[in-house]
């Protein structure tokens, strides 16, 4: 990946419908250029889909937490993902090293929204022997999301 790769996934990040013509228009490359390009950095993986990204705010979603997950003896990943998976308010999920056997970011249209989602979770995992939930106040830095117009992975 070289400097014009990271331009271009920079202005995807900033427009991800921008057309190749105007993508190439910012970095230098014509359409056909910037398309190979795209295709090749789709095809390596680099680049692994295409989605929407909504501001949660605006949709409803006023609440957001981190949520440890600590559990009973021993759970596979895979059973905490089928778990997790049920609960449509996790919106992303890991296994992490430390006391927690995983942490989820929990999206909630209230705080009620989210003490229901909680409960879920615990219904869900048969093995969750407690959870230590933290609310977001404010975000402070969201790489790599929307307006982030330059892409450079840290050092």
Not at 35 to 64: C, N, Q, Y
Request: with cysteine; net charge negative.
């Amino acid at each position: 990946m070289d400097d014009l790769d990271r331009q271009l996934i920079g202005c995807l990040l900033e427009d991800g419908r921008a057309s190749y013509a105007a993508i190439g228009d910012r970095i230098g490359l014509s359409a056909p250029a910037v398309k190979r390009r795209m295709d090749r950095l789709v095809s390596d993986g680099v680049i692994a889909g295409f989605t929407a990204v909504l501001d949660p705010h605006l949709v409803g979603w006023t609440t957001e937490a981190y949520v440890e997950v600590h559990c009973k003896g021993t759970i596979s990943p895979d059973e905490l993902r089928a778990a997790f998976g049920r609960v449509p308010e996790v919106h992303a999920a890991a296994t992490v090293s430390g006391a927690a056997d995983a942490i989820l970011h929990i999206v909630a249209k209230d705080v009620r929204d989210l003490e229901r989602a909680l409960e879920r979770v615990r219904v869900e995992t048969d093995n969750v022997d407690r959870t230590e939930t933290a609310i977001v106040l404010s975000r402070l830095i969201d790489r790599y999301g929307p307006g982030q117009a330059e892409f450079s992975p840290p050092a």
